[in-house]
């Protein structure tokens, strides 16, 4: 684990923290920052204040009334040093809340912008994990580590003050009694931190299994395989994993904050002996005596609570580096991403000897993979399941870059150009397209969401997928929510959902156009009947269509047939049924399987 060194990190964590804190509320920083120094401040005066009074009570020619313009003093800065902790404790919790939605903003805005294929390593979902969890938590321990080291510095150095007007000894022992508790907050801190880096993997499948236990999407499955108790069984060996090494963690704490708080109220109990030597020496009177013993007892506690703050800080440096490391990856990637627009359309497109593995695959999934498609042609994938049809539309999608080999649009290689105006020219349905659980005119206006606000252009893209009947029936039409986790929501039936998702690409207007499976919920005859319109359906625009259904795709101008990752035959219905090759024999299974 690259576990956090409390001792050497912590100035940096503490500049980390602050950093964060100013980005996200910076007024609010200041304010905090005034708020401690009249602390401290409060905490001086009220020093000096008690040694005055002392000194006025135990004055042989003292009497009580005249201490009581100090008492009223004394009461005043009790009074500020109160209102102002008040305040503090206000402020810090608003700047938790502010800084939190600031955290999660940027760790969202990192994962929304983050390219594709990152999402295939589970580096990246274990660092998101972190980020996320910490999100919640992280800030919180930021600001209040922040804000009460601070505190504690700015009273200790208060109380600092007073002892050296008292007498400058006394600092030594109780400086030094500050050593055992920060080295062993900065411990208990380092052990947190390794806990949540080392339990990540194990808590992201733990949370993955609670979620498939309680989710509507597994429910069906879960209750007909019955598949409960095995999950939830599964949930709970890990669970008692990590509470072993939970213990293991909080057995080491606690051996550290022991020895830490024998080793400061050692040292503590050495100065107030020291202090006790010095008054029996006749170097303090009674009043300093009894003013430097308050200090000293302060002094102590603040050292205490800043020892807790350098372990929060401490626990929380993973998080911290987590998101400096997401931030910091994001901005490498905009800056190495290519400037260039990709072209508002294309003559030919040209895959040439594309290669491609996927991150966590160990045989390439294309093999040595060349085809050109014409402009306005309709083009068909077809082949076995894991053949590289899918593979192929994501490389084609820009949502991946090949190993070797290039793909072009005319001259211009994919790579050459700014994902993000690739993906705008291109319109693609995957098989299993994302059911957002929003109003109707969101799902098929997300298409192009710069016109999600065109209900006619909405109404009519949902006309040409057959969706629109079904929309126009639901309790608010167009402006129902799709799905039943909200109130109010209605749900839809495969093929409903299908039709909307096939609207949302026709919504998009894209000169190239990618459709993966576009049927599989769909009755035969109304696949059928889509696969003949695709021509009218998108005129003038480029279709790949993928699909395993050969009798389906016949009306292609092309079909290319992947096997292994490997393109195998290429050519039209009729020629590659007379051929006798593998589109032929799939094609005649499939007929005598299903009659069509």
Do not use: C
């Not at 030094?176 to 062993?184: D, G, I, M």
Request: aromatic content about 4%.
């Amino acid at each position: 684990m690259g576990s956090v060194d409390g001792r050497r990190a912590l100035p940096a964590v503490l500049v980390r923290a602050l950093r964060m804190v100013r980005s996200a509320a910076p007024r609010d920083l200041v304010v905090v920052a005034v708020l401690q120094l009249v602390q401290g401040g409060a905490v001086l005066g009220l020093l000096l204040a008690v040694n005055a009074v002392l000194e006025v009570v135990l004055s042989s020619a003292g009497s009580p009334a005249a201490a009581l313009p100090l008492v009223v003093v004394l009461a005043l800065l009790l009074a500020a040093g109160g209102v102002a902790g008040a305040l503090v404790a206000e402020r810090n919790q608003l700047l938790s809340e502010v800084v939190a939605q600031h955290v999660q903003r940027q760790v969202l805005g990192v994962a929304a912008a983050m390219r594709y294929r990152a999402f295939e390593t589970p580096e990246l979902h274990d660092r998101l994990d972190r980020a996320s969890r910490q999100a919640a938590l992280g800030p919180i321990a930021v600001v209040q580590g922040s804000v009460t080291l601070a505190g504690a510095l700015v009273t200790a150095a208060g109380a600092t003050a007073a002892l050296v007007v008292f007498h400058p000894l006394l600092l030594a022992p109780v400086l030094l009694a500050a050593v055992p508790s920060v080295l062993a907050s900065g411990r208990i801190g380092r052990l947190q931190a390794g806990f949540v880096m080392d339990t990540t993997p194990a808590e992201r499948e733990r949370g993955y299994l609670a979620r498939t236990l309680s989710s509507r999407d597994a429910a069906k499955e879960v209750r007909l395989l019955g598949l409960g108790p095995h999950l939830l069984q599964r949930w709970q060996r890990l669970s008692d994993r990590r509470l072993a090494q939970l213990r293991r963690v909080t057995r080491r704490q606690l051996v550290a904050t022991a020895v830490g708080a024998v080793g400061s109220a050692l040292l503590l109990g050495t100065a107030l002996a020291l202090l006790i030597a010095l008054i029996a020496a006749g170097a303090l009177d009674a009043a300093d005596g009894g003013a430097a013993a308050a200090a000293l007892l302060l002094l102590g506690q603040r050292v205490q609570s800043a020892g807790v703050s350098v372990g929060m800080l401490v626990e929380v440096a993973p998080f911290l580096r987590d998101l400096e490391a997401l931030l910091a990856g994001a901005e490498h990637d905009r800056a190495a991403r290519p400037g260039r627009p990709a072209p508002a359309g294309f003559a030919r497109l040209v895959v040439d000897g594309v290669t491609f593995t996927h991150p966590s695959g160990r045989q390439p999934a294309l093999r040595d993979v060349s085809l050109t498609v014409e402009a306005g042609e309709v083009v068909a994938l077809v082949g076995e399941n894991g053949s590289g049809k899918t593979t192929l539309a994501t490389l084609l999608a820009g949502l991946h870059r090949p190993d070797r080999g290039r793909i072009r649009w005319d001259d211009v290689d994919l790579a050459d150009l700014d994902p993000a105006t690739v993906h705008d020219r291109i319109a693609v349905l995957f098989q299993d397209f994302q059911r957002f659980a929003l109003p109707a005119r969101d799902n098929i206006g997300f298409g192009r969401v710069q016109r999600r606000d065109d209900l006619a252009g909405i109404r009519a893209a949902a006309l040409d997928a057959g969706a629109d009947a079904a929309l126009a029936a639901l309790p608010d039409g167009y402006d129902t929510v799709l799905g039943p986790e909200f109130a109010g929501g209605s749900d839809l039936s495969g093929g409903q959902w299908q039709r909307v998702a096939l609207a949302r690409a026709f919504f998009r207007d894209a000169p190239l156009v990618i459709l993966d499976e576009p049927t599989a919920a769909l009755d035969p005859p109304a696949e059928r009947a889509l696969f003949d319109a695709v021509r009218a359906l998108f005129a003038g625009r480029t279709v790949l269509l993928i699909s395993h259904r050969y009798p389906s795709v016949r009306a292609a101008d092309r079909i290319v047939v992947l096997h292994e990752g490997r393109v195998v035959e290429t050519g039209t219905h009729d020629e590659l049924v007379g051929a006798g090759g593998r589109y032929a024999a799939l094609h005649e299974a499939q007929v005598a399987l299903y009659g069509v």
